[in-house]
């Protein structure tokens, strides 16, 4: 069992660039979350997703992010035209079941936008 | 206000001391993580509480829900102990998402 896969673990973009991240749930993890830690600053939730479905995007940017969890294949959470405010460590969890049980957190993406 | 709140934000102690850091939140929960992060690493769940007390080797985790309080020991504590450490909690009308504290950094001196 490997665990939440994020990756990449490291991704420098230029400001207008795309950034896109990944993350592959735990074996049996239906439920995706993903959070953003900004330089100095705690965890802060942005969107929870189940398969196909995106259950609560309270904590998205209202342009430029956008998430998605197909049916097969990973959670992506993609960043459109990076600024440099989009600097930050991307987390991904995942749990089996709607709420606390099981919650596991990935190793995080880096982003750093040059 | 935060939701929740951690104190120290800063805590230094020496090899061996006794360790205890603690988490106040506003909210009904359904439940309590405590989490550690290694500076640039990922996030590990250390416990997740509901109610009452949990240990595991030298962490010792309990939760007073009525007080809405939580704290988290080290015994014996060690130089690898040193990391950031978060309380977060899971609001009873948040879904399934996580509200975290600013985190508790802690360095073990040998």
């Known amino acids: 069992n490997a665990g939440v896969m994020q990756n990449p673990r490291h991704l420098v973009r230029r400001r207008g660039q795309e950034a896109r991240l990944r993350c592959s749930p735990m074996?049996?993890?239906?439920?995706v979350y993903w959070y953003r830690q900004l330089p100095e600053e705690g965890l802060k939730f942005m969107v929870y997703?189940?398969?196909?479905?995106?259950?609560?995007e309270s904590g998205m940017p209202k342009e430029r992010f956008s998430a998605e969890f197909p049916k097969e294949g990973p959670s992506i959470l993609r960043i459109q035209q990076v600024v440099r405010g989009d600097s930050a460590a991307y987390f991904c969890?995942?749990?089996?079941?709607?709420?606390?049980?099981?919650?596991?957190f990935g190793s995080g993406t880096r982003l750093t936008v040059v | 206000k935060n939701e929740v709140e951690q104190s120290p934000q800063n805590l230094t102690a020496q090899e061996g001391e006794f360790i205890t850091i603690n988490c106040s939140y506003s909210v009904g929960i359904s439940a309590l993580h405590w989490l550690q992060q290694h500076p640039g690493g990922g996030i590990v769940s250390l416990f997740m509480?509901?109610?009452g007390k949990k240990k595991h080797g030298r962490l010792i985790a309990t939760i007073n829900i009525q007080e809405k309080h939580s704290s988290l020991h080290i015994t014996a504590s060690h130089p690898r102990d040193s990391a950031v450490y978060i309380c977060a909690v899971m609001g009873e009308t948040s879904g399934s998402r996580l509200t975290f504290g600013e985190g508790t950094q802690l360095t073990v001196n040998p």
């Open positions: 997703l189940q398969k196909e479905n995106i259950i609560d």
């Open positions: 074996k049996g993890h239906s439920h």
């Open positions: 509480l509901s109610s």
């Open positions: 969890a995942s749990s089996p079941v709607r709420g606390p049980y099981g919650y596991t």
